[in-house]
Nanobody, 123 residues
């Protein structure tokens, strides 16, 4: 069974940075596209950033130029570097893996989701 373990969240002031990590097990990590998602209270979960098996990336418009997604196929970990954080970035952040290798395959994800990691941006 797939397992996602997110870490690295916390409380940070506006303009600050955080680096999230997600350790993935139970799948052939290098073969699959991966994504970071977030869910704020009262909102649906949304895709923040995705990375394909050959390291093409895509980002939500709201985080372009501020967030960077990377992957380490040896450590089976996906990262999200978040810079210039804003209060509207406050959410629980989750990672997930697609069933396919390309960015378009991120439409269908795996279960169960991990517990996520809370990011709070506030002064």
């Amino acid at each position: 069974q797939v397992q996602f373990v997110e870490s690295g969240g916390g409380l940070v002031q506006p303009g600050g940075s955080l680096r999230l990590s997600c350790a993935v097990s139970g799948i052939t990590f290098s073969d699959n596209a991966l994504g970071w998602y977030r869910q704020a209270p009262g909102n649906e979960r949304e895709l923040v950033a995705g990375i394909s098996s050959d390291e093409n990336t895509k980002y939500a418009e709201s985080v372009k130029g501020r967030f960077t997604i990377t992957r380490d196929n040896i450590k089976k970990t996906v990262y999200l570097q978040m810079n210039t954080l804003k209060p509207e970035d406050t959410a629980v952040y989750y990672c997930n893996a697609a069933w396919g290798s390309g960015l378009n395959s991120l439409r269908v994800l795996r279960s169960p989701w991990g517990q996520g990691t809370q990011v709070t941006v506030s002064s």
